[in-house]
C-alpha cells in the first residue's frame, strides 16, 4: 500500500488545485517494527515511536514555517459501518494549510525530508485525502 503520492497525483492535484485553505486527512497505519533505510529500528520499539519523531519535527516548527496547524488527532477505536470491519487504520489526524501550495512547500522543503525518514520508517500505509470549501469554525 502507498505512503507517498505518485508523480500523476502531484499532477492531477496542480491541474485543479483547490483554492483557499485546505485541510489534509490522514488514515495512517504503523508498522510493527520500525524500519530504518539501514536496516535499523532507530532504536525505536515499533512504527509508532518512529512516526512519533515525525510528528515532533512537524509540531517544532515544519508546520509553523507554512502557518499549518494539527486540527484533529485520535487513534482509531473500531469500525462502525459499511466495510469498517476492514478498517486497517491506526490513527486519524487532520491538519489544516492555508492552500495546498503550502501543503506542497512543506513537503518539499529540506527540513521536512529530514523528518520525513522517521514517517517512512514508521508507516506501513497511508491514505491521505485532500479537503477543501467548508473552513472548520
Same mark, same amino acid.
Given at each position: 500500500?502507498?505512503?507517498?503520492?505518485?508523480? =500523476?497525483?502531484?499532477?492531477?492535484?496542480?491541474?485543479?488545485?483547490?483554492?483557499?485553505?485546505?485541510?489534509?486527512?490522514?488514515?495512517?497505519?504503523?508498522? %510493527?517494527?520500525? &524500519?530504518? =533505510?539501514? $536496516?535499523?529500528?532507530?532504536?525505536?520499539?515499533? $512504527?509508532?515511536?518512529? +512516526?512519533?519523531? +515525525?510528528? =515532533?519535527?512537524?509540531?517544532?516548527?515544519?508546520?509553523?514555517? #507554512?502557518?499549518?496547524?494539527? #486540527?484533529? @488527532?485520535?487513534?482509531?477505536? %473500531?469500525?462502525?459501518?459499511? &466495510?469498517?470491519?476492514?478498517?486497517?487504520?491506526?490513527?486519524?489526524?487532520?491538519?489544516?494549510?492555508? @492552500?495546498?501550495?503550502?501543503?506542497? =512547500?512543506?513537503?518539499?522543503?529540506?527540513?521536512?525530508?529530514?523528518?520525513?525518514?522517521?514517517?517512512?520508517?514508521?508507516?506501513?500505509?497511508?491514505?491521505?485525502?485532500?479537503?477543501?470549501?467548508?473552513?472548520?469554525?
Amino acid at each position: 500500500m502507498a505512503k507517498d503520492p505518485t508523480e =500523476e497525483q502531484i499532477q492531477a492535484l496542480l491541474q485543479n488545485p483547490p483554492t483557499g485553505s485546505v485541510r489534509m486527512l490522514n488514515l495512517l497505519k504503523f508498522k %510493527a517494527q520500525a &524500519e530504518y =533505510e539501514d $536496516g535499523s529500528n532507530g532504536g525505536c520499539g515499533n $512504527g509508532m515511536q518512529a +512516526y512519533m519523531r +515525525y510528528s =515532533e519535527a512537524l509540531f517544532d516548527g515544519i508546520l509553523a514555517s #507554512v502557518d499549518a496547524e494539527l #486540527v484533529f @488527532s485520535e487513534f482509531v477505536a %473500531a469500525g462502525f459501518i459499511g &466495510e469498517a470491519g476492514n478498517t486497517d487504520y491506526d490513527l486519524v489526524a487532520i491538519v489544516q494549510y492555508p @492552500s495546498i501550495h503550502a501543503f506542497l =512547500e512543506m513537503v518539499s522543503s529540506p527540513t521536512y525530508q529530514q523528518a520525513a525518514k522517521h514517517r517512512d520508517a514508521g508507516l506501513a500505509h497511508q491514505l491521505l485525502i485532500c479537503c477543501s470549501g467548508n473552513e472548520p469554525s
